[in-house]
Nanobody, 119 residues
Framework: QVQLAESGGGLVQPGGSLRLTCAAP???????????LAWYHQRQGNQRELVAN???????NYADSVKGRFTISRDNARKRMYLQMNSLKPDDTGVYYC??????????WGQGTQVTVSS
């Protein structure tokens, strides 16, 4: 069973930084490595929106709103994915979810971590 756990959220002032982590400690590496991993953002009352994703070979894709500010990365040996968020804005506030998609297009979600950008 795929279990993803996000961490690293919190309260930060505008212009600040946070680093989110998505971990899959119970997953064996041969299952983790082929996954496409993604971060989604959900503002209160809105649908989840793609922030960034990273394929098994490290190819990345970003939403226009975060280009130049956020960086997605993965560490297959540690079975983790990261989202480095810099120059945070109040609009970045919300719950951030990680999502995995395997080669057969089966997807799983984590429980989410709250990010609040406020002075």
């Amino acid at each position: 069973q795929v279990q993803l756990a996000e961490s690293g959220g919190g309260l930060v002032q505008p212009g600040g930084s946070l680093r989110l982590t998505c971990a899959a400690p119970r997953m064996i590496t041969s299952v983790f490595n082929p996954l496409t991993l993604a971060w989604y953002h959900q503002r209160q009352g809105n649908q989840r929106e793609l922030v960034a994703n990273i394929t098994r070979d490290g190819t990345t894709n970003y939403a226009d709103s975060v280009k130049g500010r956020f960086t997605i990365s993965r560490d297959n040996a540690r079975k983790r994915m990261y989202l480095q968020m810099n120059s945070l804005k109040p609009d970045d506030t919300g719950v951030y979810y990680c999502k995995s998609t395997d080669p057969w297009r089966a997807s799983h979600w984590g429980q989410g971590t709250q990010v609040t950008v406020s002075s």
